[in-house]
C-alpha cells in the first residue's frame, strides 16, 4: 500500500535513490576495472575531468536538500532542469558493461519519476 507523502519528500526521496544508485554504479565499474587488470580509463586531464565530475555530481546531492525546501516555483524548475541533465549525465558519461546498463536503467527511470512528478505538482 503506497501512502500519499508530502511531494517535497517524495521528491528529496528518490534524489537520495538516484544518488546511491550512482554511487553504486562507481563503485561497481572500479571494481570491474581493478578485477580486470585494467588502469582507470579516464580521458583527458584526470584532474579536470575529476574537478567537472565534482561539479555535476553535486546537482543531484544538492537537489536532495533543496527539494525539501525550497519554495514551490524555483523547487518545481530546478527538479525538472535538475532532472533533464542527470539524465544526459547518465546516458553520456556511461559505458557498455552490464552492471552500468542495468543501474543507469535504474537511474533514468527514477529521473524520469523526478522530472514528471515535478511537472504535475500544482501549488497547494
Given at each position: 500500500?503506497?501512502?500519499?507523502?508530502?511531494?517535497?519528500?517524495?521528491?528529496?526521496?528518490?534524489?537520495?535513490?538516484?544518488m546511491l544508485n550512482m554511487v553504486f554504479n562507481d563503485i561497481f565499474s572500479i571494481m570491474v576495472q581493478l578485477v580486470d587488470g585494467d588502469r582507470l580509463n579516464i580521458p583527458g586531464d584526470v584532474k579536470i575531468v575529476m574537478a567537472v565530475a565534482a561539479i555535476?555530481?553535486?546537482?543531484?546531492?544538492?537537489?536532495?536538500?533543496?527539494?525539501?525546501?525550497?519554495?514551490?516555483?524555483?523547487?518545481?524548475?530546478?527538479?525538472?532542469?535538475?532532472?533533464?541533465?542527470?539524465?544526459?549525465?547518465?546516458?553520456?558519461?556511461?559505458?557498455?558493461?552490464?552492471?552500468?546498463?542495468?543501474?543507469?536503467?535504474?537511474?533514468?527511470?527514477?529521473?524520469?519519476?523526478?522530472?514528471?512528478?515535478?511537472?504535475?505538482?500544482?501549488?497547494?
Amino acid at each position: 500500500m503506497i501512502v500519499k507523502t508530502d511531494i517535497k519528500v517524495k521528491l528529496s526521496t528518490l534524489w537520495i535513490l538516484v544518488m546511491l544508485n550512482m554511487v553504486f554504479n562507481d563503485i561497481f565499474s572500479i571494481m570491474v576495472q581493478l578485477v580486470d587488470g585494467d588502469r582507470l580509463n579516464i580521458p583527458g586531464d584526470v584532474k579536470i575531468v575529476m574537478a567537472v565530475a565534482a561539479i555535476i555530481t553535486n546537482i543531484p546531492i544538492f537537489m536532495i536538500f533543496l527539494s525539501r525546501f525550497l519554495k514551490y516555483k524555483l523547487n518545481r524548475i530546478l527538479n525538472i532542469v535538475a532532472g533533464i541533465f542527470t539524465i544526459l549525465y547518465v546516458v553520456g558519461g556511461g559505458d557498455l558493461t552490464p552492471h552500468y546498463i542495468i543501474i543507469a536503467f535504474i537511474e533514468v527511470i527514477l529521473l524520469l519519476i523526478i522530472v514528471l512528478t515535478a511537472m504535475k505538482w500544482k501549488e497547494e
